[in-house]
């Protein structure tokens, strides 16, 4: 037996709920409900109201990544760093919420960040009055950042604790004061882990579900919402072939966003496609 | 050629790891254009001694002066040291002019004799170009560091050290990774590099050949102590404790006792030697390098033996020869048939007489080394 048979139930399993679905998605996409070819499903996204959520979905997920990496990097650099004792325990407290269910967790932030929530009852403590969190733009990226940052956390880790310590040696050696041992040696070195981390957090965050609408009341909807909104119109007759063009929208838009990562970095995940 | 100025001084420096203590007040001073080798077993300290000079380590106690100056609390990027890695430490995000040119890139375009940033540039490319003649590493500019073997690696961290032109050069076994052959070749291209650029070179090596082959000056280092400082070929000649006699070359040791002046008795038998104020009947070590024991007939040897075994080295054979209730390593061009008895006898001057090593007993190397 060939050794690519091995793979062969993980390959049937991918061609019944992956492929197949994904060649129905391109069917409906370029289709009307009657079975004819047309372009006209992609045209509903010229509409402003479509249009405006690609771009909040970009724009929240650009936040979320942003705020991830500056708060990630720092984190990464110190626990990777050498004569910490306890960074075992710290690494597995900070990918904890990785393990545990998206959902869950955002349920988590909602009562924390709720009008009558925890962090309000600790403000109200201390004496300084509500805050209105939740339904805000904020609140969103808030619960993105609170979701994806273990996802920018450990690429970068894992890259800084792989570095040799000794070039941090030869680059001070060499003339480089703290500062520019940071910025000469550490992060260019660190850049496949920075590039994947991007990676892990700004593709999950554009197509972010649930995350938007629970924690905005429903206010704000992002990509992921939008199309389980469409699949859910049950008075469109046009909703699956619509819901599907969207679909092949955001796709193609996390291919072009890997084709860029990978520009900056050519052996990061998912590199070889490009 | 090496000069008289004292460089680097070191003062009392003692190190400590925790509970364990690395080095016990160590004094040495490096004199300009010197190639000075710190020499050990691993585990000696050698490697902390170089981290303490290149500024990766402070001493516990003890200070490190720079052409009399105190520099314990100078950061490395502060001091005019550049050290070549163990193991290269080179930037692989960086190809190999951008490695070489890393130090330059760092400095103001005044601090290179340029005006403008235009300059600069063209003085960096110059400087690193020069280094890659030197390194013999022309045309390898822009390749990246994996795609280097070992040894080119190595050739590209020397360069980067020394396009700084700094007034020391550091290196902590830079050849521990490389095959025999480019070893030795290299051994010799370091040599001549030190010579030609008048660099001061601290190299350390638990390599005793290479230090042999290589040094002005050689520091034998054990257990956080220097036991000897001197030339290659007095230390080697004339070591000053059994275990100097030992790591440097190989030597067969022995109990002994000095009963007068040049006079020492070991293995039942009295030996003349050229060694003098022990006390009377003082129990000393003796040591004799296995190419200085001749093998004569039977009869006529100052002690008597049978050929255990022998194996042939190249240039020699290595013989063991059983004698007096111990084995004698002996080197030797004519072959003796295992089971041969034969006849050994020491000239003089190659007996080495050495006192009993005390715990601390490193005292009298600065001496030897001043009339060296």
Redesign the interface.
């Known amino acids: 037996m060939k050794r690519s048979w091995y793979a062969s139930p993980y390959a049937l399993w991918m061609l019944l709920f992956a492929v197949v679905p994904l060649l129905f998605v391109c069917w409906y996409a370029f289709t009307t409900p009657q079975g004819a070819f047309t372009l006209s499903n992609f045209q509903e996204f010229t509409k402003p109201r479509y249009l405006g959520v690609i771009l909040r979905s970009l724009k929240h997920a650009l936040y979320c990544t942003v705020l991830c990496l500056i708060l990630g990097y720092p984190t990464a650099y110190f626990l990777a760093g050498r004569g910490f004792n306890h960074t075992q325990s710290l690494v597995v407290l900070i990918l904890l919420p990785m393990w545990m269910n998206l959902l869950l967790r955002t349920y988590a932030m909602m009562s924390l960040l709720d009008d009558n929530g925890v962090l309000n009852a600790a403000l109200q403590a201390i004496g300084l009055g509500k805050v209105k969190v939740i339904g805000t733009e904020g609140a969103v990226v808030m619960g993105l950042v609170y979701n994806y940052l273990p996802f920018m956390v450990l690429p970068i880790y894992t890259v800084l604790k792989k570095m040799d310590y000794s070039v941090i040696e030869a680059a001070e050696d060499l003339g480089c004061n703290p500062f520019r041992v940071i910025t000469r040696v550490v992060i260019p070195m660190s850049l496949p882990g920075i590039v994947s981390g991007i990676t892990m957090v700004f593709m999950p965050a554009v197509t972010s579900f649930a995350i938007s609408t629970l924690l905005s009341n429903g206010k704000i909807r992002l990509a992921g919402d939008l199309i389980d909104y469409i699949f859910n119109q049950s008075s469109n007759p046009t909703r699956w072939n619509i819901g599907s063009s969207f679909s092949l929208i955001m796709l193609v838009l996390i291919l072009i966003s890997i084709g860029f990562l990978r520009k900056v970095d050519p052996d990061s995940e998912g590199g070889g496609m490009w | 050629m090496v000069q008289d100025t004292r460089l680097i001084e070191l003062k009392g420096v003692c190190k400590n790891f925790g509970d364990t203590q690395v080095l016990h007040d160590v004094d040495l001073y490096i004199r300009k254009c010197e190639f000075i080798t710190l020499l050990g077993p691993s585990g000696c300290g050698k490697t902390t001694l170089l981290r303490i000079i290149?500024?990766?380590e402070m001493p516990s106690s003890g200070e490190v002066l720079f052409e009399g100056k105190d520099m314990t609390g100078i950061?490395?990027?502060k001091r005019r040291?550049?050290?070549v890695?163990?193991?290269y430490?080179?930037?692989?995000?960086?190809n190999v002019f951008d490695n070489i040119a890393?130090?330059l890139n760092?400095?103001t375009p005044e601090q290179l004799g340029a005006k403008s940033k235009k300059e600069k540039k063209e003085e960096i490319a110059r400087r690193v170009n020069r280094m890659l003649k030197l390194v013999k590493m022309e045309g390898y500019e822009k390749r990246s560091i994996d795609a280097l073997s070992g040894g080119q690696q190595q050739r590209i961290a020397i360069a980067?050290?020394l396009v700084?032109e700094p007034e020391v050069l550091l290196l902590d076994e830079p050849l521990g990774a490389l095959d025999l052959k480019l070893r030795k070749e290299m051994q010799l291209e370091l040599k001549a590099m030190q010579q030609q650029l008048g660099i001061t070179f601290i190299y350390v090596t638990h390599d005793q050949e290479e230090a042999l082959t290589m040094s002005d000056t050689i520091a034998v280092m054990n257990g956080g102590r220097i036991q000897q400082i001197g030339d290659p070929k007095r230390i080697y000649d004339e070591p000053n404790n059994a275990f100097v006699a030992d790591f440097i070359g190989e030597s067969n040791i022995v109990d002994g006792i000095m009963l007068e002046d040049d006079l020492v008795e070991f293995c039942g038998t009295e030996f003349q030697c050229v060694d003098e104020g022990f006390d009377t009947n003082e129990p000393v070590d003796v040591v004799i390098r296995p190419e200085d024991i001749m093998i004569v007939g039977e009869d006529v040897g100052m002690l008597t033996g049978t050929v255990q075994s022998v194996i042939f080295k190249g240039v020699h054979y290595e013989m063991m020869i059983e004698a007096s209730d111990r084995r004698w390593k002996v080197h030797s061009t004519t072959m003796q048939p295992v089971g041969t008895r034969v006849g050994m006898t020491i000239v003089p001057y190659n007996i080495h007489i050495m006192r009993k090593a005390t715990t601390a007993d490193a005292a009298p190397v600065q001496e030897a080394r001043k009339e060296a």
């Open positions: 290149g500024g990766f950061p490395p990027y040291i550049n050290t890695f163990q193991k430490a080179l930037f692989n995000h960086l890393f130090g760092l400095k980067r050290a700084n």
